[in-house]
């Protein structure tokens, strides 16, 4: 056999090693596609909120951030409870801030949807020393069809207001006719 046809076969070998080992690693296992859970009409409708950071250490306190229900229907609002433990021997006044946003799951776009501010809370708590605290709040805002919700501390300014950057350098160049 020339060397041409040893060359060949051996690329066609590792080409078929390479497919082979590529199927293998892509495809669904059978242990993990049964852990996922089956898509419905009713269950794609459901909205699960996502709560980006639940448990906040900050100045001495420990706040946690939980919602009423791990799923919810359109037309349903949110009720979150926060609780807040002063862990240290001083009292402390502490302000919590809490933010909604929502982005509409269906874009009609290649990008996904913007989110946007559905409800804010600014709330201060005076706590004792070792004093622990359970607050109920409801947002009061009913969750559209859907929607993909999630709960932070803080306030979002770049979700409410777009960062607008001014390029002194790309200044318009006026060519005058002569």
């Known amino acids: 056999m020339s060397i041409l046809g040893k060359n060949t076969l051996g690329m066609l070998g590792i080409a078929a090693f390479t497919m082979v080992a590529s199927i293998a690693l892509l495809t669904p296992h059978g242990a993990d596609a049964a852990e996922e859970e089956v898509k419905t009409a009713e269950n794609l ?8 950071v ?3 250490e900050e100045g001495g306190c420990t706040i946690t951030l939980k919602t009423d229900k791990e799923s919810y229907a359109a037309g349903e609002k949110p009720v979150l409870t ?4 002063n ?15 929502g982005r509409d799951v269906e874009s009609r776009s290649r990008m996904p949807a913007r989110p ?13 020393a070792g004093e622990k605290q359970t607050l109920t ?7 559209a ?23 002194e350098a790309a200044k318009p160049v006026v060519r005058s006719e002569k």
């Open 45 to 52: 409708r459901t909205i699960k909120p996502y709560i980006s």
């Open 54 to 56: 639940p448990t906040l």
């Open 82 to 85: 926060v609780e807040i433990t």
């Open 87 to 101: 862990t240290t021997d001083k009292a402390v006044t502490k302000t919590i801030d809490l933010c909604m946003t």
């Open 116 to 128: 946007e501010v559905l409800w804010e809370l600014s709330k201060e708590v005076t706590l004792a």
């Open 137 to 143: 709040l409801e947002t009061k805002v009913a969750l």
């Open 145 to 167: 069809e859907n929607q993909a919700v999630a709960f932070s501390f803080g306030k979002d300014d770049l979700i409410e207001r777009p960062i607008r950057i001014k390029d």
